[in-house]
């Protein structure tokens, strides 16, 4: 998920040594990666007793959308999470789409819900600046959270 692996000798690769803007936007990313663990537990829960995925393509949440079959560039976790990240350096903004039958919430922190905003369905095109990732919550889906904390143990 986050882990990094290096060897004495090599590189450093600690997000603070590629100074404060990496920094924050690093600690930004692992504060909504911490607030959704108890998602992802969940997730993975029901992928032990039950066989379900936990990082899944869009269409198999929206098999009859055609239009999703060929996303390759987007991901949900569970049902309730979309996720589309941005791959090509030095893009601002993404063409990301929303399958119609679905409610859609633009989220850049999840536990502060003036932040959620309603989406149009169907392709958008979406700002995407370095430090946020573009994450939409699909309506009528219940995605339990945490405060983020410095580590796991105290983020419980």
């Known amino acids: 998920f986050s882990r990094n692996h290096n060897a004495l000798g090599s590189i450093e690769q600690d997000p603070g040594v590629f100074g404060e803007e990496v920094a924050r936007i690093v600690k930004k ?20 007793t039950q066989g ?10 929206f098999p009859r959308d055609n239009v999703t079959w060929s996303i390759d560039e987007q991901f949900m976790w569970g049902q309730g999470l979309l996720i589309s990240p941005v791959l090509h350096q030095g ?3 993404l063409y990301l789409y929303l399958p119609p039958g679905a409610r859609w919430y633009t989220v ?6 003036t932040t959620f905003s309603e989406s149009l369905t169907g ?9 946020e990732i573009p994450l939409h919550l699909r309506g009528g889906v219940a995605i339990p959270l945490q ?7 105290l983020s419980r």
């Open 108 to 113: 850049t922190d999840f536990l502060d819900l």
């Open 91 to 93: 893009d601002k903004h």
């Open 29 to 48: 990313v692992l504060e909504i990666r911490y607030s959704l663990l108890p998602y992802l537990y969940t997730l993975f829960y029901d992928h032990n």
């Open 52 to 61: 379900n995925t936990v990082a899944r393509p869009v269409w198999h949440e």
């Open 123 to 131: 392709w958008q095109n979406v700002s995407a600046p370095l430090d």
């Open 147 to 153: 405060n983020p904390a410095q580590n796991t143990v």
